[in-house]
């Protein structure tokens, strides 16, 4: 008896949006006859280029959360939205939490600019989120005059230069010597660096800080931890944001304006309140309650708070805190 053949698990899915997009081999609404794109794939990580025109190349790093996908319609970083903009996208797509550090990566990228292929491009933006914002910090040289948009970025995880840095472990267990180590010395030649981070949350601040240069910009976004783009995205300012950054538009001042927007979220006074409570000013922490619900426009946000509070003390007491 013939052998019975296993089940596809993949049988009748639908290529990937990219694939299927590189197919349509258009570039600026016309027909070409070359390469409308590439996929490439390496041991711990793969690079997908989509041609859409020569004006903006964004080039795009995973982040931590995305490693452990391996399902056919993995996106990379953001290429929704680049798609919609026509924007050109080179995403980098990770299959380890090594915070980029292989030297494969930096040999095949280090290709990509020795053949001119950043060159194409009218205008560079590297972008990331935490791992894949200290990727775009580090890499932006590859590409003279680029821009730079990292949220949440580390400088490094070096030992020897943040001893102060006790998170990510998977990251710190790295090689971090060799190229690429300390993405704060290899902004230089980048146009413009916008830092988008929390300054209350202490590790992202002092990554932040150790950047320097006429160049760093920084975009503070008070109260939300290391969740910078999820905020972002919930007050619906993500893409403003980022579509600003590449025109060069962004000023501190105007993404302030932006950000008053926070005013509205849920989100953003329970960060005020814990930031408070963890520092044991629980008056302040009441008065958040109070001025939730007529600041935000939602009734229900200071029982929500309260719960919250009542929770947090309960939690401090059973760990024999005060």
Not at 69 to 84: I, P
Not at 160 to 175: A, I, S, T, Y
Not at 177 to 206: F, H, I, Q
Not at 281 to 293: E, N
Request: hydrophobic share 35%.
């Amino acid at each position: 008896m013939a052998d019975i053949a296993e089940p596809d698990p993949n049988a009748g899915k639908m290529a990937p949006r990219w694939l299927a997009e590189m197919r349509t081999s258009t570039v600026d609404g016309h027909r070409v006859d070359r390469p409308h794109g590439f996929y490439v794939n390496y041991q711990k990580f793969a690079a997908i280029h989509v041609a859409r025109g020569k004006d903006v190349l964004i080039v795009a790093f995973d982040n931590l959360s995305s490693v452990n996908d391996t399902s056919l319609e993995r996106e990379t970083w953001g290429d929704k939205f680049y798609a919609e903009k026509g924007w050109s996208s080179l995403g980098i797509i990770s299959f380890d939490a090594n915070w980029y550090r292989d030297d494969v990566l930096f040999d095949y990228l280090e290709s990509l600019r020795d053949q001119g292929f950043f060159r194409q491009f009218g205008k560079v933006v590297f972008t990331g989120t935490s791992m894949g914002g200290y990727a775009a910090c580090a890499f932006c040289g590859l590409a003279p005059g680029s821009i730079v948009l990292a949220y949440s970025p580390q400088s490094t995880l070096k030992k020897d230069l943040v001893p102060w840095e006790k998170r990510f472990n998977r990251g710190r267990q790295q090689d971090w010597s060799g190229r690429y180590a300390d993405a704060a010395a290899l902004t230089g030649s980048a146009k413009r660096v916008y830092l988008c981070y929390d300054p209350y949350m202490e590790g992202d601040k002092a990554h932040a800080d150790r950047f320097s240069g006429d160049n760093i910009v920084h975009l503070p976004t008070n109260y939300v931890g290391h969740k910078t783009v999820v905020f972002l995205r919930r007050a619906n300012i993500l893409k403003q944001v980022t579509s600003m950054c590449v025109s060069g538009e962004m000023t501190p001042r105007t993404f302030y304006a932006l950000y008053r927007t926070r005013r509205k979220l849920p989100w953003y006074y329970m960060g005020l309140m814990d930031m408070a409570m963890e520092r044991g000013h629980m008056g302040l922490a009441r008065r958040v309650i109070r001025g939730s619900g007529p600041a935000s426009g939602n009734p229900n946000l200071p029982k929500a708070l309260e719960r919250r509070m009542k929770l947090f003390i309960e939690t401090r007491k059973k760990k024999g805190k005060r």
